[in-house]
T-cell receptor, first 111, second 113 residues
């Protein structure tokens, strides 16, 4: 069974540009979570999607947005990139009453 | 709202020594608790989980954790550390089976020969 897959693995952008990160959940999982892991800041919750809708949002500015598609895959968009957006972005998928399964992450570097 | 506190950003042990990583949580309702491990530049891998069954939970790689409601703790232990255990460990809590997972800030485990 394929795990959670994220693409790209690495992404380098210039300050002010937009970044798009993608996540494919485990087959049958309807929930997708996004986390930001910046150096020294631990795992910060960004967004939770389930059945195509945003269920919860962390304490991040509106330039962090996303969506979930009918096949439950998800996209995270970060607009107007800032240097401090450089981080490992982790996606996780989950079914109700189970643990979350994580992808390998996308390393975003803003220069 | 729920939260997790992991005491000690770094823990150092010798190979063969006991590993103890501390986690305390707060939750307004009975929680589900998890321990994850992260190796450099990788995602998180589940070590073990507590979902209101047995309070002593056994996980992979010889790790186990005990849920203590009175102490609001879920400490992770392993009797004998191995070099391959060197990684960052995260404790997480969710108030039900279907909600946001809140993580602690992580504890880096260093294992010396």
């Amino acid at each position: 069974e394929a795990g959670v897959t994220q693409s790209p693995t690495h992404l380098i952008k210039t300050r002010g540009q937009q970044a798009t990160l993608r996540c494919s959940p485990i087959s049958g999982h309807t929930s997708v979570y996004w986390y930001q892991q910046a150096l020294g800041l631990g795992l910060q919750f960004l967004l939770w999607y389930d059945e195509g809708e945003e269920r919860n949002r962390g304490n991040f500015p509106p330039r962090f947005s996303g969506r979930q598609f009918p096949n439950y895959s998800s996209e995270l968009n970060v607009n107007a990139l800032e240097l401090e957006d450089s981080a490992l972005y982790l996606c996780a998928s989950r079914q109700m009453n189970t643990e979350a399964f994580f992808g390998q992450g996308t390393r975003l570097t803003v220069v | 709202a729920q939260s997790v506190t992991q005491l000690g950003s770094h823990v150092s042990v010798s190979e063969g020594a006991l590993v103890l990583l501390r986690c305390n949580y707060s939750s307004s309702v009975p929680p589900y608790l998890f321990w994850y491990v992260q190796y450099p530049n990788q995602g998180l891998q589940l070590l073990l989980k507590y979902t209101s069954a047995a309070t002593l939970v056994k996980g992979i790689n010889g790790f186990e954790a005990e849920f203590k409601k009175s102490e609001t703790s879920f400490h992770l232990t392993k009797p004998s550390a191995h070099m391959s255990d060197a990684a960052e460990y995260f404790c997480a809590v969710t108030p039900s089976g279907y909600s946001t997972l809140t993580f602690g800030k992580g504890t880096m485990l260093l294992v010396s020969p």
